[in-house]
């Protein structure tokens, strides 16, 4: 009769690990291969894996849920690099059911952890995705997960291995996880700096993506600058201004950028889209770490496109121009951004904003598509889903100024099946569109 010490049941689901567990599974790919530890959040996250496909597991740890995937057919382990048809481990812990599947079977097959963890192994293995929890980390990704400050919580595991193996692995992903509050919602675990005594277990040279409840933030090559504001949008809102000002104060991040809105990020307005020669790009709402995004998407333009959006030429675009226009609160303020993502660097192909009129039911809205995006439906796509979004917050009429010789954003315009009224100032049309009819 088997020892009820090792038996190890399945952790109940809560909303935290649910939307972490959300986050992790928009960025893990089929035919990825995973390394998974024990617990909420790695039981949640491979509980939202099965809409994918042909996924292989390399893990020190071998979970139950891993179970369930195989019998639904999304753990197939056909596509990894090595170990081809094989889950590997060193260890396994469940309930009966998972000894039960390990036991005699062909599929499985347990090693040493000098194989299993050994960077070099694991970076065999292409799309490796390493996924670990931490316990807290501070604002330019310093990792730690072994200790609440000088009381040591666990071991360091398996865990500087694998993240370091999967950033190594072609198309891999290090992925750190953790719930932004601790004890009740009282201290944030997104940090300004570690606490003392605490020890640094993963570098900020070895992350490439944090998660929490609130987002997932993408560090691999960037800035402190850019590591601070990410870090700091997916903290717990309760926290973010308080660490903004810490970072400030610093020098980590510029005295110029704005207080982040008392608002909590609207995840539910991210969208997918097909354009017509078969891309595939993510609408979503601006964010205040959206800044040098921004920035890189200026830079692209043509001379001609920055004479259209802007209404004369422009060779420079600061950060501190950025600033304002990349925190919004989503209500009278919106900014839905196109974005695509190569190589794991997500890049900015458009940008559609309003902003509304103060004290009526009116919002200036413009648009900008970087040139070699443009005459796909991009703009037209972002121009209606701007509307959409402006309508359900109270907004009748869109209103624009644009170049008489623009006629790409007359195209938009008209297409959109909106009314539209305009007369000529100058060399500009004044537009005025009616969003309650179609």
Request: glycine share 6%; proline share 4%.
């Amino acid at each position: 009769m088997m020892n009820q010490y090792l038996r190890h049941p399945r952790s109940e689901p809560d909303i935290v690990s649910e939307r972490i567990a959300k986050y992790v599974s928009d960025l893990i790919e089929n035919e990825s291969t995973l390394q998974i530890g024990i617990g909420t959040i790695p039981d949640a996250i491979l509980n939202y894996l099965a809409d994918k496909r042909d996924l292989g597991i390399h893990t020190e740890l071998l979970t139950e849920r891993v179970v369930d995937l195989v019998e639904e057919g999304v753990v197939t382990c056909a596509k990894k690099t090595i170990n081809r048809g094989k889950i590997i481990a060193s260890f396994a812990m469940g309930t009966r059911r998972l000894y039960d599947f390990v036991d005699n079977n062909p599929m499985v097959e347990f090693y040493p952890s000098d194989y299993v963890n050994n960077p070099f192994v694991v970076a065999q293995h292409d799309k490796m995705v390493a996924i670990n929890q931490a316990l807290e980390v501070d604002l330019t990704g310093q990792v730690c997960s072994d200790s609440l400050g000088y009381r040591f919580y666990s071991g360091l595991g398996g865990q500087a291995d694998f993240m370091r193996g999967a950033r190594l692995s072609k198309g891999g992903k290090a992925i750190t996880v953790l719930p932004s509050t601790a004890n009740d919602g009282r201290i944030s675990r997104i940090k300004d700096f570690l606490t003392k005594g605490a020890g640094v277990v993963l570098t900020r040279g070895d992350v490439d993506y944090i998660v929490t409840e609130y987002g997932a933030a993408y560090l691999r090559g960037k800035t402190i600058k850019e590591r601070v504001l990410a870090l700091i949008s997916i903290a717990h809102p309760k926290f973010r201004n308080k660490l903004l000002e810490w970072a400030k104060k610093h020098n980590y991040v510029p005295k110029e950028i704005m207080p982040f809105p008392e608002v909590e990020y609207p995840e539910d307005l991210k969208r997918y889209i097909t354009l017509k020669d078969g891309s595939r790009v993510l609408l979503r709402p601006i964010k205040p770490s959206d800044a040098t995004l921004k920035q890189h998407l200026f830079y692209t333009l043509s001379k001609e496109s920055v004479k259209r959006r802007f209404f004369g030429s422009l060779d420079l675009m600061p950060l501190r121009r950025i600033w304002p226009y990349v925190i919004v609160d989503y209500i009278n303020e919106m900014s839905i951004v196109g974005t695509v993502t190569e190589n794991n660097n997500e890049f900015m192909v458009a940008l559609g904003s309003y902003s509304r009129i103060p004290g009526t039911e009116k919002a200036e809205v413009a648009l900008v598509v970087r040139d070699d995006w443009q005459n796909k439906g991009l703009g037209t796509a972002i121009f209606n889903y701007l509307a959409e979004i402006a309508k359900s917050r109270g907004i009748k009429t869109f209103t624009a100024w644009v170049l008489i010789d623009n006629a790409r954003m007359m195209h938009i315009l008209k297409k959109s099946g909106y009314p539209i009224r305009y007369r000529v100032d100058g060399n500009l049309f004044y537009i005025e569109i009616d969003l309650t009819k179609t």
